[in-house]
Nanobody
């Protein structure tokens, strides 16, 4: 079976860092792009990053560019999201997702498999 499981969320102070993990099962990272989405209370789910191991392409929207870094470990079949300089606006449930192809089309309708989500709270 194919699924992804994310972990690594928690409580962090403003300016701090967290590293999220997305463990993929049933497929290798070259088959499907892996994207991260987040959803804050009362807000739409939005894409925050993507990696295509097949092509080496990475994606970051402007609101995380320079702060977040996505990477993959093919040996562990795991994708990581390093989040630095966090602020309270980054508070959300973060979801890992395997997309429908290797392309980083970061929209919810392109998601093949969702993780269950991990809570990130940025607060003093």
């Amino acid at each position: 079976q194919l699924h992804v499981v994310e972990s690594g969320g928690g409580l962090v102070q403003p300016g701090g860092s967290l590293r999220l993990s997305c463990a993929a099962s049933g497929f290798s990272l070259d088959q499907y792009a892996i994207a991260w989405f987040r959803q804050a209370p009362g807000k739409e789910r939005e894409g925050v990053s993507c990696i295509s191991s097949r092509t080496g392409f990475t994606y970051y929207p402007d609101f995380v560019k320079g702060r977040f870094t996505i990477s993959g470990d093919n040996g562990k079949n795991t994708v990581y999201l390093q989040m630095n300089s966090l602020n309270p606006e980054d508070t959300a449930v973060y979801y890992c997702a395997a997309l429908r192809s290797f392309l980083c089309i970061v929209t919810p309708n392109q998601v093949g498999y969702w993780g269950q989500g991990t809570q990130v709270t940025v607060s003093s």
